[in-house]
């Protein structure tokens, strides 16, 4: 009777429309563990405060998402290699003493997606095209180089950001300007979208693909809907093409691993579980 029953969950703001509950209640389910997943809605006022709370409330860990995953580093004891290279957090653990420690699965969790739904990708193969600088990209971008990648050619509505982003990653980042996003296709052997252009109710990536060989890799990061219009048109020139739920899937993984002592398999019925199907 004296037994804990574990706690985990999502911390964002607005949190309601993610998918990681329905994933991890799957998950719980299909492993037959005692615990639960929850969404929390936490204003950047109050993060600090519900960090420390938690732990004491039974919580094991949380899942961070937008805005909080730069403030989550910062407000963690101790931080993975990776996490602080990137420098945010989506993915905390509790300690028994209360402390908390940081990591970052997106790039894992890109490069999982990759494997299992492009089989033949390989990142040394050519250059690779990233279009975006934010959080998303900084893993992308972090996890590409650590494959191998000979050269990332990045772009930006912001340049500043994708100044900073070279400027933390080094030579082989090559920043374009957003305007010239399409000539950065040209020979690319893998192309990543880690905006929210093209996310059901914003508007599309305009970004012409003329450029684009019927050779690369594209991936969109997007998975609302799962086939977006810049998937729609890679594929028609013959690229192979893989949605953005996979990756959603993969960087999880680890975390329930962590806070409920099973690795998952990310299969068809753990995407039918996020789809609602």
């Not at 070279?166 to 957003?178: A, L, P, T």
């Amino acid at each position: 009777m004296s037994e804990t029953i574990p706690l985990a969950g999502v911390i964002g703001r607005p949190i309601a429309h993610s998918r990681s509950p329905a994933l991890h209640a799957h998950w719980l389910k299909t492993y037959r563990i005692a615990g639960y997943y929850v969404p929390l809605d936490v204003g950047q006022s109050d993060l600090a405060d519900v960090l420390a709370m938690l732990p004491r409330m039974g919580f094991v860990g949380v899942n961070i998402t937008i805005p909080h995953k730069e403030s989550a580093l910062h407000l963690s004891n101790f931080v993975s290699d990776r996490a602080a290279l990137i420098g945010a957090a989506n993915t905390l653990i509790f300690r028994d003493d209360g402390s908390i420690q940081a990591d970052n699965t997106d790039g894992y969790g890109f490069i999982a997606n990759l494997r299992q739904n492009a089989p033949q990708w390989d990142a040394t193969a050519g250059p690779a095209a990233v279009l975006g600088a934010g959080g998303a990209a900084r893993a992308v971008v972090s996890a590409l180089i650590q494959e191998g990648a000979p050269e990332i050619r990045l772009a930006n509505r912001s340049r500043a950001r994708a100044d900073g982003l070279k400027s933390d990653f080094g030579g082989r980042v090559q920043v374009y300007e957003w305007v010239r996003a399409a000539e950065m296709l040209d020979g690319a052997a893998t192309v990543v979208n880690t905006t929210s252009l093209g996310m059901t109710g914003k508007p599309e990536l305009g970004v012409r693909l003329d450029a684009l060989g019927a050779h690369a890799t594209v991936c969109d990061l997007v998975y609302t809907p799962l086939r977006t219009g810049f998937l729609q048109r890679a594929e028609a020139m013959g690229c192979t093409t893989v949605d953005g739920l996979g990756m959603l899937l993969h960087q999880a993984a680890p975390g329930f691993e962590r806070w409920f002592g099973t690795r998952p398999s990310v299969d068809d019925s753990a995407r039918a579980a996020v789809l609602g199907q």
